[in-house]
Nanobody, 127 residues
Framework: QVQLVESGGGLVQAGGSLRLSCAAS????????MGWFRQAPGREREFVAA????????NYEDSVKGRFTISRANAKNTMYLQMNNLRPEDTAVYYC????????????????????WGQGTQVTVYS
C-alpha cells in the first residue's frame, strides 16, 4: 500500500510559478513510476507528466512542455512538479499518482492505469 500527500498548491498570477510536492509512504514507493494529473471543474482528469522510478525518463502532456518540470528525490520519497509561466487554463486540482500497473511509461496518460492516488492540491491561476 502507498499513501500519497500533495502540497504546494495556491493562488498565483498568470506568468508566475509554483512547485508542487508529493510525499509518498510505503516500503517500495521509490521503485514505482510516478505521475501528475489535473482535473478542472466539469472536465475529466487529464495527464500532466510522469517520471520513471529512477528519474531518468520523463513524459509530458504537450501543453505543459517547456513550462513544467517533473522530478523526484527517492531518498526523500518525494516527487515534484515545478510549474513556470502558469496560465489561467492551468487552473485545476492537481493529483499525484503512483504505481503504473503496466510499467510502460507511454501508458501513463490514462488514469485507470494507475493504482494509487493522492487527495489533490488546488492550483488557481488568475489573469
Amino acid at each position: 500500500q502507498v499513501q500519497l500527500v500533495e502540497s504546494g498548491g495556491g493562488l498565483v498570477q498568470a506568468g508566475g510559478s509554483l512547485r508542487l510536492s508529493c510525499a509518498a509512504s510505503g516500503s517500495t514507493s521509490s521503485s514505482y513510476i510516478m505521475g501528475w494529473f489535473r482535473q478542472a471543474p466539469g472536465r475529466e482528469r487529464e495527464f500532466v507528466a510522469a517520471i520513471s522510478s529512477r528519474g531518468g525518463v520523463t513524459n509530458y502532456e504537450d501543453s505543459v512542455k517547456g513550462r513544467f518540470t517533473i522530478s523526484r528525490a527517492n531518498a526523500k520519497n518525494t516527487m515534484y512538479l515545478q510549474m513556470n509561466n502558469l496560465r489561467p487554463e492551468d487552473t485545476a486540482v492537481y493529483y499525484c499518482a503512483s504505481f503504473l500497473v503496466s510499467g510502460i511509461l507511454v501508458q501513463a496518460t490514462t488514469p485507470r492505469n494507475w493504482r494509487y492516488w493522492g487527495q489533490g492540491t488546488q492550483v488557481t491561476v488568475y489573469s
